[in-house]
């Protein structure tokens, strides 16, 4: 089979590529990738060292992707990632949008001229944020959950937001370039007969991300305790009990293979993809491993909540486990302990990601 993964120099596209070459050896890769990233260009030469060709090229340019040789799947990892990209003052709301919207539309050209299927790794963050902001919450060994017996949303539970819950803006110009891509590539998918599959990731975690504090999160805690930079809870009561879920690449494999094996449209199209809340954790709670696995780091507070946070956002994967008989591998004790290991051995992680 030949696949096209966009964004394959990047954390996600990278890893991935890895691991696919390690579960199936009938796989030909091709990658592309625009190199804009801080950091993207120190997988190229080890993915040419296990056969992947890798093209230097941008999603946002249709002549760039006229280029390509034809594949039999895209997997499309391409994507400005970050919830506050074009509304920090520091990016633009048009490069967010031409990345992550009309960089879909190019790949679903190319898809429909090559009859290639598509996998879109969409995000949580195409849930609607006034319901999740109001979620009553309480405090519970240093992390927020739902209040117990409280009236939660449609799709809420304690297990986390289903695909069900609401999509209704305001989702944040990140979550409705991705909800908008989401909805085109199912149009393509319906008018010109080639399969689409979404998966829509909670927090992606492992060794060798590039972390920022708008982005890897994970990774960028880890690192800057190491380095005992400065670090600070933002927003809600200000003790980090702000939670998210978290979900190691290598441990989507399993669905992309069965999704490009799969020619039948009697499975649902959308689909969640997490660590769930059993591999949740608040920032305070990750502080309390950082401070136990490199010493302890002060924190610092700031009550001003940044734009489109949330308090607890952890993703129901029931669908995805009924669908495609999927359950993460890795739990975050050992996704964390991989991204430690990758900190010890790079000390100028931090810089090169932030470059």
Known sequence: MKILITGICGFVGSTLTRALLASASDLQITGVDNFIRPGSELNRSELRRLGVKIVHADVRSATDLATLPGADYVIDAAANPSVLAGVDGQTSSRQLLEHNLW????????????????????????????PLAALPVEVHQRAFRPVPGATYPTGLTAAGVSETFATTPPISLYGS???????????????????????????????????????????????????????????????????????HPRDLVPVLLAQMQSPGRDRPRIANLSGGAANSMSLAQLTDWCDARFGRHAVTSEAQPRPFDIPWMVLDATLAEKTWQWAPQMALPQVLEEIARHAEQNPAWLELSNS
């Not at 001229?113 to 944020?129: D, E, K, N, P, Q």
């Not at 992606?204 to 380095?227: E, M, S, T």
Request: hydrophobic share 40%.
């Open 177 to 247: 370039s991705k909800l908008a891509s989401e909805a085109i590539a199912l149009e393509y998918a319906e008018t010109f007969n080639f399969p689409v599959w979404i998966n829509r990731c909670g927090v992606l975690a492992g060794a060798g991300q590039f972390g920022k504090p708008d982005q890897g999160i994970f990774a960028y805690w880890l690192n800057a305790h190491l380095r005992r930079r400065p670090l600070k809870y933002i927003g809600f009561d200000g003790g980090g009990h702000q939670v998210r879920d978290c979900l």
């Open 103 to 130: 960089g879909t539309v190019n790949i679903l050209e190319y898809c429909k001229l090559h009859r290639a299927g598509l996998i879109l790794l969409s995000t949580s963050r195409v849930y609607s944020v006034p």
